[in-house]
């Protein structure tokens, strides 16, 4: 924290942010990220907005970035790590019905930031090494139990990019289509796309 950082403010709720407390603060970040999206999000806002003070803002998370990235992981999307059905299909299911039940904070708010992501190096790495490359491991790991059951091609040329294919269409749903896609929708897409390319014939 630099000089130049505001010293707390008396009766600052925040101050020592028990945990019981950092929830509120979170939904106040992601409502201000869907209401102005990542770049107009300040600090300043985020402050008025969760009655707190920047002073504890700063000394806690540094950054507008690191902020932003932690409300997302408070967040949850999806809890792809804990997906286990016995199945690939049963597995890609799960996560369909996670995603969507958690559709605005998933699909919505990742996408708000992706732009950002272009431009701003240090939320770019902050979402890769804290949420992304979680949950494109716990796809990844999917993936090898399926193929340890015998339900995956080892072969198949698309098993690499199975992370990708599974988060794809959470991410351009809106943009392509103008909305969030429901459980149903992302099945019907991992059965005609995501499946087809990864399982064994028969």
Known sequence: MTSSTPPAAPGDRYSRLPKEREHDLYDAVLQVLRDVGYEALTMDTVSVRAHVSKATLYRRWHSKSRLVVAALRHAEPAKISTVDT????????????????????????????????????????????TLFDTEAAALAAMARRAVDRGEADPAAPALPYFPQLVVAPVLTATLLQGEECDAGQLQAYFDAVVLPAVLLPG
């Open 86 to 129: 016995g199945s690939l299909r049963g597995d890609l299911y799960e996560v369909a019905r996670r995603v969507t039940d958690r559709a605005v904070e998933s699909g919505a708010l990742l996408s708000a930031v992706c732009h950002a992501m272009r431009t701003d190096e240090e939320l770019a790495r902050t979402l890769r090494e």
